[in-house]
Nanobody, 121 residues
Framework: QVRLVESGGGLVQAGGSLRLSCVASGSISAINAMGWYRQAPGKQRELVALITNGGSTDYADSVKGRFTISRDNAKNTVYLQMTSLKPEDTAVYYC???????????????WGQGTQVTVSS
C-alpha cells in the first residue's frame, strides 16, 4: 500500500506564506505525477498544481504566480510553496500521487487525508 502524509497547513493572514509538504511511503516501485488539490466548504475539489516526474508543472489560473510546486524524487516528497495568500485560498489541501506498487500493473492514484489552510483577512 501507499501512504501519503501531508503537513504544513495552518492559519495565516492575507498576504502571508505557507509551505505544504507531502511524503509518500510504502511499497512504491515508481511515482509518476504528483499534485495538490483543494476543497473549500460547499465547493468541489479542484486541481491547484501538478508536477510530472519530468518536472513539468501546471497550475490553476487562480494561483499562477503565487504558488510553486516542486518535488524531491529521492524523498518521494512533493511541496507546495504558497505566497501572497488570499482568503479565497482557504480550503483543505489534498496531496495526490500516481504511484506504481509491485502488485500493480498500472499506476494508481492515491490521496492524502488533507491539511487545512485558513487565510484570514
Amino acid at each position: 500500500q501507499v501512504r501519503l502524509v501531508e503537513s504544513g497547513g495552518g492559519l495565516v493572514q492575507a498576504g502571508g506564506s505557507l509551505r505544504l509538504s507531502c511524503v509518500a511511503s510504502g511499497s512504491i516501485s515508481a511515482i509518476n505525477a504528483m499534485g495538490w488539490y483543494r476543497q473549500a466548504p460547499g465547493k468541489q475539489r479542484e486541481l491547484v498544481a501538478l508536477i510530472t516526474n519530468g518536472g513539468s508543472t501546471d497550475y490553476a489560473d487562480s494561483v499562477k504566480g503565487r504558488f510553486t510546486i516542486s518535488r524531491d524524487n529521492a524523498k518521494n516528497t512533493v511541496y507546495l510553496q504558497m505566497t501572497s495568500l488570499k482568503p479565497e485560498d482557504t480550503a483543505v489541501y489534498y496531496c495526490n500521487v500516481a504511484a506504481l506498487t509491485p502488485r500493480d500493473m498500472s499506476y494508481r492514484a492515491y490521496w492524502g487525508q488533507g491539511t487545512q489552510v485558513t487565510v484570514s483577512s
